[in-house]
T-cell receptor, first 117, second 113 residues
Framework: KAGVTQTPRYLIKTRGQQVTLSCSPI?????VSWYQQTPGQGLQFLFE???????NKGNFPGRFSGRQFSNSRSEMNVSTLELGDSALYLC????????????????FGEGSRLTVL | KNQVEQSPQSLIILEGKNCTLQ??????????LRWYKQDTGRGPVSLTI?????NTKSNGRYTATLDADTKQSSLHITASQLSDSASYIC????????????FGAGTRLFVKA
C-alpha cells in the first residue's frame, strides 16, 4: 500500500513568488492535514481537510491556503513568499478525522522543503 | 490553554544505554496520545498510539506509558542504537471546543558510539 506522497520534495523560490505543494494521501484516507516545521521548532498546524471541507485551521496568515479534491488529494498554496516561509512542509493523512471514534493515526509524507531566497 | 510539554529538550546517551522521554499535557477532554519518531529531514513515523484506558504499550524497544490522571506520558527506549538518533514528538488529541491536535516541540535524542 503506497504511503503519503508529497511533491515536490525540494524547491527554491524568491521573495514575492507563490508556491503550490501537492499531497496524495494513502488510498482510502479522507482526512489530510498540513504542517509547517522550521529548524528547531515543533510542527505548526496549518489546516486540515476532510471530504473536501476545511475542518480546522491554524494561526497562519491568509497567504497560506489549501484545498482538497474529490479524490482526497490536497494542495496548499503560499502566496507572496517571505524569507520566514522557508521550512519543511509536511502533509499527513488519516482514515478518519483525527480524534473521532477511531485512533486517528496520522501518516506523514516525507515533506516538501521550501527555501525562499 | 491546551498545551503539550516535552522534556528534556535534547538528550545525549551512549549506545546500548536506556533513556526515558517525558510528555506532560493539559489537553482535556483527552482522546488519544501518540509518540512519533522523526529522522532529520524526514516525515514523522508513528511509534505508539494510546487511548484513555491504556496504561502501557510497546513497540519493539520502545515502551510508552500513560497516566491519564496526572496527564503524563513517557517513552522509554531500551538498549539504544545509533539509529535511534532522532526527534521524538508527543502528540495529544482531544475535543476541546472543537477537535484539537496539539504537538509537543519534541525531544532531540543523540545516541553516540
Amino acid at each position: 500500500k503506497a504511503g503519503v506522497t508529497q511533491t515536490p520534495r525540494y524547491l527554491i523560490k524568491t521573495r514575492g513568488q507563490q508556491v503550490t505543494l501537492s499531497c496524495s494521501p494513502i488510498s482510502g484516507h479522507r482526512s489530510v492535514s498540513w504542517y509547517q516545521q522550521t529548524p528547531g521548532q515543533g510542527l505548526q498546524f496549518l489546516f486540515e481537510y476532510f471530504s473536501e471541507t476545511q475542518r480546522n485551521k491554524g494561526n497562519f496568515p491568509g497567504r497560506f491556503s489549501g484545498r482538497q479534491f474529490s479524490n482526497s488529494r490536497s494542495e496548499m498554496n503560499v502566496s507572496t513568499l517571505e524569507l520566514g516561509d522557508s521550512a519543511l512542509y509536511l502533509c499527513a493523512s488519516s482514515l478518519n478525522q483525527p480524534g473521532g471514534f477511531n485512533t486517528g493515526e496520522l501518516f506523514f509524507g516525507e515533506g516538501s522543503r521550501l527555501t525562499v531566497l | 490553554k491546551n498545551q503539550v510539554e516535552q522534556s528534556p529538550q535534547s538528550l545525549i546517551i551512549l549506545e546500548g544505554k536506556n533513556c526515558t522521554l517525558q510528555c506532560n499535557y493539559t489537553v482535556s477532554p483527552f482522546s488519544n496520545l501518540r509518540w512519533y519518531k522523526q529522522d532529520t529531514g524526514r516525515g514523522p513515523v508513528s511509534l505508539t498510539i494510546m487511548t484513555f484506558s491504556e496504561n502501557t504499550k510497546s513497540n519493539g524497544r520502545y515502551t510508552a506509558t500513560l497516566d491519564a490522571d496526572t496527564k503524563q506520558s513517557s517513552l522509554h527506549i531500551t538498549a539504544s542504537q545509533l539509529s535511534d538518533s532522532a526527534s521524538y514528538i508527543c502528540v495529544v488529541s482531544g475535543n476541546t471546543g472543537g477537535f484539537k491536535t496539539i504537538f509537543g516541540a519534541g525531544t532531540r535524542l543523540f545516541v553516540k558510539a
